[in-house]
């Protein structure tokens, strides 16, 4: 209910209030991405990467401009052409149980395609830190071969939540094991794993930070996926837009707000490996606890440095 909603948030934002008020937030270079950050410095290094290259990122956003027309092509089949018609002629658009759907349906496919862009963010964050030139069209051309893995990866990861969310005990566990699994679309990208072995990566990763991971992974991406499908909820309901319009104001917010989490997502996941190979540190010696990364690298841990099964 309302109530419940409102106490989440507010714990929500008393967790965030005390980390970014307890965190170190300089040095904030943006480069040397493979180094150990406070989640201050993560924020500040993520707002100077994007701002940085904005051309690069908001291209790579763009994405999400065929993404929401895509939606709207398979909102339109479902609410028009299928088994929900009638009741879409007898309620309107503005009825507020299609809304929760559409919302559903727009947010589930929303997740799929913020992978493919923490993906992409995360070749191009690479490709920057190693002074090569990249543009949006050839980070998505890199991780093509990421694709696979990351949608099998993915489509474990839902099953697993689907069959968690039915049992009030498993939504805890549910809870759990999202943040141990958000990293799936970086860890895909940069190292050399197949399915099973990117859940295990993105799991081992957040071993010991899972916290650091919910505020600054879960916490900004969900923030960033469903604020396109609330604002468009909000324009349904008080205007009676048609889907496809919403749809089409969700995308271009996502084109703004995408690249931002996922470059934010990308901090996170160098931070957490750079913990895990070269070790813990003093805030005063973060700056040389670094590691050598680069596109398809390979590291140590299960499934790394093997050619992705087909």
Do not use: C
């Amino acid at each position: 209910d309302a109530g419940t909603t409102l106490l989440v948030v507010a714990v929500l934002g008393a967790l965030f209030i005390w980390f970014v008020t307890r965190t170190a937030w300089r040095p904030s270079t943006p480069l040397r991405v493979a180094r150990r950050r406070t989640v201050g410095q993560v924020l500040s290094a993520t707002w100077r990467m994007y701002a940085g290259h904005p051309r690069l990122f908001l291209g790579i956003g763009l994405a999400f401009i065929p993404i929401g027309l895509v939606i709207t092509g398979l909102q339109y089949l479902i609410f028009r052409i299928g088994t929900l018609e009638p009741l879409l002629l007898s309620t309107g658009e503005q009825n507020g149980a299609l809304a929760l759907l559409a919302l559903g349906l727009g947010s589930l496919l929303t997740l799929f395609a913020f992978s493919i862009i923490v993906a992409t963010v995360a070749r191009a964050m690479v490709e920057l830190d190693a002074g090569r030139p990249v543009t949006p069209l050839s980070a998505y051309r890199g991780v093509t071969d990421s694709v696979r893995p990351l949608l099998g990866a993915l489509a474990i990861a839902v099953v697993v939540q689907v069959a968690l969310s039915f049992t009030i005990v498993g939504i805890p566990l549910g809870i759990f094991l999202l943040v141990r699994w958000s990293l799936l679309g970086a860890v895909v990208e940069v190292e050399s794993h197949g399915v099973r072995g990117v859940l295990r990566r993105s799991a081992s990763l957040v071993r010991g930070h899972w916290l650091k991971t919910f505020l600054l992974v879960v916490g900004m991406s969900t923030a960033a996926i469903l604020v396109g499908p609330f604002v468009g909820a909000l324009v349904l309901l008080v205007s009676g837009a048609a889907f496809s319009i919403v749809n089409l104001l969700a995308a271009l917010i996502y084109v703004l707000v995408m690249p931002f989490a996922a470059i934010a997502t990308g901090y996170t996941y160098f931070d957490l490996r750079a913990r895990r190979e070269v070790g813990e540190t003093t805030p005063e010696r973060a700056l040389d606890a670094e590691i050598e990364v680069g596109a398809a690298a390979t590291t140590a841990g299960d499934g790394a440095g093997a050619t992705r099964p087909e």
